[in-house]
């Protein structure tokens, strides 16, 4: 990626946030100039169109997401401990709004996946099935782990008006409830899928 001006810069962070808050087909280019602080003429000099700041944006942000999916891709750290790092830096991705903003796109336009590297397998699913051929796991379905790992890690965001009310949280009390959450995903999914008299390394 080549590097950019802190005018571009603003102009991007200001999109993203306008973006993620009402995707493509509600985010307006006047919105954007608005939140950069800047004329609209200034925008359009730098990014022609809506539709090339959102694929520039679209484009970061999977990008950023793929740093995240690349923690399976190293074999080097104790499983565990790796699992808790991706749900610690997966809960954080998930809470800037850009993985909800990544699926609601992809969803109104399937075609911005047409023209991207696909691979074989994910590598979550490589990478625990050697885990399993080792014999550290039990012989679990892993695409449900791999399903109740993302809902697991999503649901509470997704629903947390509700769960505020029901737990009788303000949102500072949530906010801090969430800190600890991903560790306790982490817990029960060990706990759900390793063989409890067998060694926790790769």
């Known amino acids: 990626m080549s590097s950019v001006t802190d005018s571009e810069q603003k102009i991007l962070d200001a999109a993203k946030k306008i973006f993620e808050a009402s995707g493509y087909n509600g985010a307006r280019m006047q919105q954007i100039a608005d939140e950069a602080g800047i004329s609209?003429?200034?925008?359009?000099?730098?990014?022609?169109?809506?539709?090339?700041l959102f694929?520039?944006?679209?484009s970061e942000?999977?990008?950023?997401?793929m740093k995240v999916l690349s923690t399976w891709e190293d074999d080097t750290e104790d499983w565990e401990l790796k699992l808790r790092v991706?749900?610690?830096e997966f809960f954080k991705f998930l809470r800037t709004n850009s993985l909800l903003f990544i699926l609601r796109e992809i969803n109104r336009n399937p075609d911005l996946l047409a023209n991207r590297p696909k691979k074989k397998k994910v590598g979550f699913m490589n990478y625990f099935e050697r885990l399993?051929?080792?014999g550290i796991l039990k012989q679990v379905d892993l695409q449900l782990v791999y399903v109740f790992m993302h809902s697991l890690c999503s649901y509470p965001l997704i629903n947390q008006i509700i769960f505020k009310r029901t737990l009788k949280m303000d949102q500072a009390a949530f906010d801090a409830f969430?800190?600890?959450?991903?560790?306790?995903?982490?817990?029960?999914?060990?706990l759900s899928i390793k063989h409890s008299n067998k060694k926790t390394k790769i």
Do not use: C, G, W
């Open 178 to 190: 969430l800190e600890h959450y991903p560790q306790h995903v982490a817990d029960f999914l060990i």
């Open 61 to 65: 942000t999977m990008e950023e997401f």
């Open 86 to 88: 991706f749900l610690v």
């Open 40 to 52: 609209k003429a200034s925008l359009h000099y730098y990014f022609r169109s809506k539709e090339n």
């Open 132 to 134: 399993q051929e080792k």
């Open 55 to 58: 694929e520039r944006i679209f």
